[in-house]
């Protein structure tokens, strides 16, 4: 789905709303280390629109639709970028077995632009032999999926989710010789979810993905390409989420993730990956919310040659560990309107890299009001 197709579904979207929620965002904001640099050459001030919207027909079984696209626009024009999301959801509810159930049917697109930074120059990215790769990393993807849904009771259900996507890369480079790393996965989900009457939630999930790319051929554990042989990945996972009511004002939620990489071929790019996020808001009496979150991952290759591959184009090491601490302030402006809403926002991130050069710290504040509809 390219960006007019996803405008199109978008439109359709809003135009023929039973529930309509339309916000919009205009920001201003300063990084102080927009390309990730270890020796930090300079910040760059930006201004962002986001533009988002929620929406579903009524009845038991119904449509709910989002959009959402964000874009900032930087003094250093190399930082500028693009996101935008689309998603379409179908709820046919019913009953099994006498006990509540629901199929889901699902179709989310993504679309992302940004230039390719080099870390170390702070410039557009360019191979050895300095052709440009700028759009490296800007991608179009599709993602469609089933869930079913069978709830026991009131507190406690079960979830099974498969779905099947893609992702597609703007430019390959393949003229100048690079791999295309255009990929299509399949995926299934199962998952358990307790909640109870004081407002306590827990969602516990494993995941399989098989991913399939089309022209990023395998290595073997020198570094070297392996002609004739594509890389197929498995991904195996588990997660967590718990939401726990902490008073009637306060809620502090935790996110853990994590999953194995391995490659089909000689394990030359296994990868184990984990991640936890811990976020508390807090709600005053006089309608301002406090939002404070804790981020780390771990992110480790088990083999630590740099392939051939990863080398051209100049992307980070083979290990790689981070924190972000962000806090956040917003309140509605009910002098002029309660849907207008003011906020301020601050957050810091530190990531250490195996390859030093490529270790960073960054630190943004962004203010800004949004409207609601």
Known sequence: ??????????????????????????????????????????????????????????????????????????????????????????????????????????????????TFVDQLTGDVARTSRDQAIGDRFSYNAVKLGVEGIYRFSRYKSMALYVYTGERNYVDDYASIGLEALDFSETGIQPSVRFKSTEGHYVKLMAYQKYRSYQGLLDDDLRGMNVSGSTV???????????????????????????????????????????????????????????????????????????????????????????RTFSLMYKQPIQYFSENLTWFCKIESSKVNNSDSQRSYTTNTFQVGINYRW
């Open 232 to 322: 197929d990945y498995t991904l195996s996972g588990l997660g967590l989420l718990a939401l726990r009511q902490l008073s009637e004002s306060s809620t502090l939620r935790v996110y853990l993730q994590g999953y194995q990489a391995r490659d089909d071929f000689v394990g030359a790019r296994d990868m184990d990956f984990w991640k936890a996020d811990i976020t508390f808001e807090h709600q005053f009496q006089h309608q301002g919310v406090l939002v404070s979150r804790t981020s780390t991952f771990d992110r480790s290759y088990r083999n630590d040659v740099i392939s051939r591959l990863d080398s051209e184009v100049r992307v980070p090491g083979k290990k790689q560990s981070g």
């Open 1 to 114: 789905m390219n960006i007019r197709q996803m405008a199109g579904v978008v439109a359709g979207c809003l135009f023929s709303s039973a529930s309509f929620a339309l916000e919009l965002g205009v920001h201003s904001g300063y990084n102080d280390n927009p390309f990730k640099q270890e020796t930090q050459a300079g910040g760059s001030s930006y201004t962002a629109l986001n533009l988002s919207h929620k929406g579903r027909t009524a009845g038991r079984s119904h449509l709910q639709y989002s959009f959402d696209i964000y874009g900032e626009n930087h003094q250093a024009s190399d930082a500028d970028r693009l996101d935008a999301n689309a998603s379409v959801r179908w709820v046919a509810a019913g009953r099994l077995f006498d006990r509540s159930a629901s199929l889901l049917f699902t179709a989310d697109a993504r679309s992302k632009r940004g």
